[in-house]
């Protein structure tokens, strides 16, 4: 199936979208609550150093703050025009401990390379998320750990996802709890946690919905 809707994200979107996809979390009216998230997931994850996959990274904020908080990151996204300008945002941090992959997540070889691997608000726009946690599973090394915080039930039929996928053509669907339990659980990951993320009650006007807390699940 053709992900060019997923690539053309930005560009069909226009430059205002592009001057905010640049700018986040700082750019949106959201910006509490993406902190907040963000807080937590650094809150959860093993403590650095340690080499971290953050997926379906978009133009980098995300990344950026993985790598001041001390990681050696590797940022993944399918769009080559959110890698050029996470590539900028990084330069303008001066990161050197921070690169980026022109990738779709479900494509990555990468084997046993990573201590922990990052699926931030992008693991419900996979078009095979089986596929996606796998190819996570496969990038930890043994005890590494894969953290996913995503939209729950009701996400992939409010007005705005289905206009998304009308208009743009990427993938809007619900990530649960219990199917990515599900999924972790066919790939090998042994164990899973749930963790609140302050704020997490407030509505998403992007998205109309609220996201799930983070959980983790260790590779075996």
Not at 4 to 23: M, S
Not at 40 to 45: D, E, G, N, P, Q
Not at 92 to 112: M, P, Q, T
């Amino acid at each position: 199936m053709s992900k060019q809707g997923e690539i053309d994200y930005l560009r069909n979107l226009g430059e205002a979208a592009i001057q905010h996809a640049i700018h986040k979390p700082f750019s949106d009216a959201e910006c509490p609550r993406y902190l907040a998230q963000m807080a937590a997931i650094l809150a959860v994850l093993p403590p650095p150093p340690g080499r971290l996959l953050d997926l379906g990274c978009g133009t980098g904020w995300t990344s950026i703050f993985f790598a001041k908080a001390g990681y050696d990151v590797v940022g993944v996204d399918i769009a080559g025009d959110m890698i050029f300008y996470a590539n900028q945002n990084r330069d303008e941090e001066g990161l050197d401990n921070l690169s980026y992959v022109e990738s779709d997540y479900e494509d990555l070889n990468f084997h046993e390379e990573f201590d922990c691997a990052v699926f931030n608000d992008s693991l419900h726009h996979a078009r095979d998320e089986r596929l996606a946690i796998r190819r996570a599973f496969e990038a930890l090394r043994p005890g590494g750990t894969c953290l996913t915080s995503e939209p729950g039930e009701g996400h992939q039929d409010t007005e705005l996802a289905h206009e998304v996928t009308s208009k743009l053509q990427v993938t809007e669907k619900d990530m649960p709890p219990e199917r990515i339990i599900a999924l972790g659980k066919e790939a090998g990951f042994r164990s899973f946690r749930f963790f609140p993320i302050p704020l997490a009650s407030i509505p998403c006007s992007t998205a109309g919905a609220a996201s799930t807390p983070p959980r983790t699940f260790p590779r075996a």
